[in-house]
């Protein structure tokens, strides 16, 4: 069975879920029934995905002399806070790691940057300092381990004079039947985020199946950077629900347009809305091109593969692909073609699943799609 709370990517839309505005309908976990967003009722606001952590000169000075440490570490998350409250910076991991690793490394590098977010927040020079606090997000199991590492690091730091970030591991825990439920434990966290987690806290109830276990609706389902910490079966079923989102998008894109032209699909635009807009706070320019030309090339194979089905070869489109943007210029003739295009795309096979040998499905009921609570292996 696949360990839920230690993956990075289940652990990140946690995280996300955490942070969003949510309407009264879906807000409901308190009853049961939906999730909570615990850290922006806290009053903190999604600001970046995998923005590095740019320091001050003196900080970047002492830790190329001092700590031999240079990069500029990524973390998975960047929130903003109340006013006077420190941001939270936030690293999701699958579990603790050894003081002489080089994620030891990047987390000293991490917690010595995260003090003054300054320059991350876009604060003008003499403006009001922006401080920052880090939290590691794990499953339960790792949580005391993790945070005794985390400790030991920080007193190196402090050690040599350093001002550090306060930090503190956050427990995800997931429990069938239950749900997800998140903790702080231990470290030196404070203000609205540690209130917030001081009690085990239900972020998201399981739909009420015992056997079941609770996953989110993944608003982010494919991360390229963190797919070397998925078990396999979690890194196929993070991108078939990616490739489902976007064929369904671009499917619509080709059918609502009108019925001769050419309609541009631009990959960003679909990465844009297979995520629910947040892949726009993907900092990692590199991961999200990766991500978005996944569904691009999906889309393209698609399209092409029309021409080897007797039902379809006379509608095939003529289909330039371009850069900068990076997207697909598709010339339709007709209505039939704009249909059978829009047929090909919502009914090409994802990965793993079979490909009919002479004919396209032209409609795939939605219950079919493999979507967000479609588990592994089922």
């Not at 030891?104 to 876009?122: C, E, F, H, M, W």
């Not at 009001?128 to 920080?154: F, I, P």
């Not at 993944?218 to 910490?229: F, K, N």
Request: aromatic share 4%; net charge neutral.
């Amino acid at each position: 069975m696949t360990d839920l709370a230690g993956d990075p990517v289940f652990q990140l839309n946690c995280i996300l879920w955490m942070l969003q505005p949510l309407p009264p309908e879906l807000q409901r976990a308190r009853e049961g029934t939906g999730p909570v967003a615990v850290l922006h009722d806290a009053g903190y606001r999604l600001h970046a995905l995998g923005k590095p952590l740019t320091a001050t000169p003196n900080v970047e000075r002492f830790l190329a002399a001092e700590m031999g440490l240079k990069g500029r570490p990524a973390p998975d998350a960047i929130a903003s806070a109340p006013s006077e409250e420190r941001w939270l910076v936030v690293e999701c991991k699958k579990s603790s790691f050894g003081a002489q690793s080089s994620t030891a490394k990047q987390a000293i590098n991490l917690l010595a940057r995260a003090d003054d977010l300054s320059i991350v927040a876009g604060t003008a020079p003499g403006g009001a300092r922006v401080g920052g606090a880090v939290l590691y997000a794990t499953r339960q199991s790792e949580t005391k381990k993790l945070q005794k590492t985390l400790d030991n690091l920080s007193k190196q730091l402090d050690n040599k004079g350093r001002k550090i970030a306060p930090i503190s591991t956050l427990a995800i825990n997931v429990t069938a039947g239950i749900g997800v439920s998140a903790q702080i434990v231990g470290g030196s966290l404070s203000g609205p985020a540690a209130s917030a987690f001081a009690q085990s806290t239900l972020v998201l109830p399981a739909a009420g199946i015992d056997e079941e276990l609770p996953r989110t609706l993944y608003l982010i389902p494919y991360d390229p950077g963190a797919v070397q910490g998925q078990d396999p079966s979690e890194q196929s079923h993070c991108l078939k629900i990616l490739l489902a989102r976007g064929r369904a998008e671009a499917a619509s894109s080709i059918g609502n347009k009108s019925d001769t032209g050419t309609t541009i699909l631009n990959a960003d635009e679909l990465l844009s809305k297979s995520t629910h807009g947040l892949s726009d706070y993907w900092a990692d320019h590199n991961d999200r091109q990766r991500a978005a030309g996944l569904i691009l090339n999906f889309v393209k194979e698609a399209l092409r593969d029309m021409g080897k089905h007797a039902r379809t070869r006379r509608n095939v489109p003529n289909v330039n692909e371009g850069r900068a943007p990076h997207r697909l210029e598709i010339t339709i003739g007709s209505a039939e073609q704009r249909q059978a295009c829009a047929d090909a795309v919502i009914g090409y096979p994802l990965p793993g699943e079979p490909r009919p040998e002479d004919s396209f499905l032209t409609e795939l009921p939605f219950a079919d799609l493999p979507g967000d609570d479609t588990s592994p292996g089922r």
